[in-house]
């Protein structure tokens, strides 16, 4: 049988690892964030769109403005079972009436093909 003081202590030792995987997780967000924000946000959304592609969906703002889901295009894979590579950035974009990108919300950042973000590789300054 299984002492009790072991079992709170091995759910002590899981509750820790797992809140300190989510400080790493959070720091990871907000670089990510920093990198996507300082690169697209004031641009033009057409200018975006050219640039990096077309929205996978938009809805229209009472304000006058608009919302976009965009996914990033999935990168060159193998054939085969590895071709199904979901390796992709996911943005909601707001648009202010003028057009411009006001606030960018990362919805999904998978690992990119050389780092943790593939937001993060699309948006690096280069």
Not at 98 to 114: E, H, S, Y
Request: proline residues 6%; glycine residues 8%.
């Amino acid at each position: 049988m299984t002492h009790p003081s072991l079992v709170v202590r091995a759910l002590a030792v899981s509750a820790l690892a797992a809140t300190l995987a989510g400080c790493e997780l959070l720091k990871h967000n907000e670089e990510t964030a920093t990198v996507v924000n300082s690169r697209i946000l004031r641009m033009p959304v057409g200018e975006f769109f050219d640039r990096y592609g077309r929205p996978a969906s938009h809805v229209e703002t009472p304000d006058g403005g608009a919302a976009y889901v965009w996914n990033s295009s999935v990168p060159e894979a193998r054939p085969g079972p590895e071709a199904l590579d979901e390796r992709i950035c996911r943005l909601r974009l707001s648009v202010d009436k003028a057009g411009r990108i006001a606030a960018v919300d990362v919805q999904f950042d998978a690992p990119g093909l050389k780092s943790t973000s593939r937001c993060s590789e699309i948006f690096a300054a280069g």
